[in-house]
């Protein structure tokens, strides 16, 4: 059974930074493309970051958190991070992590962020 599970979310001020985990079981973690994801009150899920499996991994970061926001994975743990820094009350919402591979696609439970003063 897949499992995916996040942790790290929570309450910052304008300015903080927080750390997000997913770490996952019940896959072969190095063969999945990894990715963040956030969706904010009345709006539509959207891409925050996301890198790729294998060699030469692709790392895409989105404008409005590009040089705030850092993604990484560690293999040996099975977990994919997503480091925030400058954080803005723009960026209050629930953030999801989303591993995925041909028709395979599996998503976490989602975590809170909220950011305010």
């Known amino acids: 059974q897949v499992q995916l599970v996040e942790s790290g979310g929570g309450l910052v001020q304008p300015g903080g930074s927080l750390r997000l985990s997913c770490t996952a079981s019940g896959i072969i973690f190095r063969l999945y493309d990894m990715g963040w994801y956030r969706q904010a009150p009345g709006k539509q899920r959207e891409l925050v970051a996301s890198?790729?499996?294998?060699?030469?991994?692709?790392?895409t970061v989105v404008d409005p958190v590009k040089g705030r926001f850092t993604i990484s994975g560690d293999n040996a743990k099975n977990t994919v991070y997503l480091q925030m820094n400058s954080l803005k009350p723009d960026d209050t919402a629930v953030y999801f992590c989303?591993?995925?591979?041909?028709?395979?696609?599996?998503w976490g439970q989602g975590i809170q962020v909220t950011v305010s003063s």
């Open positions: 890198i790729s499996s294998g060699s030469g991994s692709r790392i």
């Open positions: 989303n591993l995925g591979v041909g028709s395979f696609n599996y």
